[in-house]
């Protein structure tokens, strides 16, 4: 009877801190119940994620980040030229980026442990056309507090209050993404502050 009463309360603690990401209110920590490798978050347990921010891929010199997309969805695609998944994921990526930015949705790419010039060529070649961060350490996956830095690719979906909404710890196919970011584009956007 008290190992029942201990695998209870151990499920329960489990689940809250799955769910929410987040157990006092603040800013987001990942947690993957069961290795779940898709997670979302109903929209009452969404916590914010600190801004992704750093170098331009292509625009080098140049910052970008996701708070320059204020109001939006943003799709957040950690990918390096170097990962077989993400030359399969690649061109679903754009298809759901080019036929979801006319409802507010912003992709944001986060090049990791690549090479600049690498990377470059994939992104031309596939006609990538949504910007990425050319980040070789993952230094911009610091706000993202409990993520797997060896999750590469790997998706993450933040509301327009840059709340972590969904989360895609594997390759992701355009079929599986879309109902997920048009579920998320179609919710009320928040009341001005």
Known sequence: MQLAAVLAVVGLALLAGCSSGSSDGGGFTFVAP??????????????????????????????????????????????????????????????????????????????????????????????ITYPSIFDPPGRSLLVLSGYPRNAVPSTIVLDRQHRVAAVFLTSVLASDLQPVVDRIAAEPAPAPA
């Not at 600190?50 to 997309?69: E, I, K, N, T």
């Not at 695609?77 to 690649?90: D, F, L, M, T, V």
């Open 34 to 127: 069961g290795g779940q490798t898709q997670i979302t978050y109903p929209e009452a347990q969404r916590r914010p994620l600190a801004p992704v921010s750093g170098d331009s891929l292509l625009q080098a010199g140049q910052q970008v980040s996701s708070a320059d997309f204020k109001g939006k969805v943003v799709v957040v695609n950690i990918w390096g030229s170097w990962c077989g998944p993400c030359r399969g994921e690649a061109p679903g990526l754009e298809q759901v980026a080019t036929e979801a930015a006319p409802r507010g949705v912003q992709f944001l790419g986060v090049d990791v442990r690549d090479d600049r010039d690498a990377a470059s060529d994939f992104v031309r070649s596939r006609a």
